[in-house]
């Protein structure tokens, strides 16, 4: 019934259904790798490649409406590939009245895009705000 090429066609198919994940044993894709889309935490000079681009969203929002912010300490940072780029933070800000806050503060880079520097604030017993800028040149 079944010649030799189609024996060994099914032999490799059920070896590669019983592997299970391409990453080992367990079934969660180990934190260094992240899964397709996932995010990212950094560190290193990854975190100081996104403090840069935080640095950066803030003072170009400083310099126009608004708001003022920089940045005290980034308490946590992750990538993730999207449409572009999205950068989350957890980050304390300093008012330039020296009052301090923690924020979640997004910045979703679709660079390509006019205005496509997105930036979310989103600060406790606060109204959401989102800004936009032009990427850099």
């Not at 608004?66 to 800000?93: C, D, H, W």
Request: aromatic share 8%.
């Amino acid at each position: 019934m079944f010649n030799d090429k189609s024996l060994f066609i099914c032999l490799a198919l059920a070896c590669a259904l019983v592997s299970g994940s391409p990453y080992g044993d367990g079934d969660e894709v180990p934190p260094s790798i992240g899964g397709l889309g996932a995010p990212k935490t950094l560190s290193g000079s990854e975190l100081d490649s996104a403090k840069s681009t935080l640095t950066y969203s803030l003072d170009t929002l400083a310099a126009g409406e608004g708001p003022s912010y920089r940045v005290s300490k980034i308490m946590s940072a992750t990538v993730q590939v999207v449409s572009g780029f999205l950068n989350s933070y957890i980050v304390e800000l300093v008012e330039p009245n020296g009052v301090t806050k923690v924020c979640e503060v997004k910045i979703w880079s679709r660079s390509w895009l006019p205005n496509g520097i997105e930036i979310t604030f989103n600060c406790p017993n606060e109204p959401l705000v989102i800004k936009s800028h032009d990427a850099p040149v």
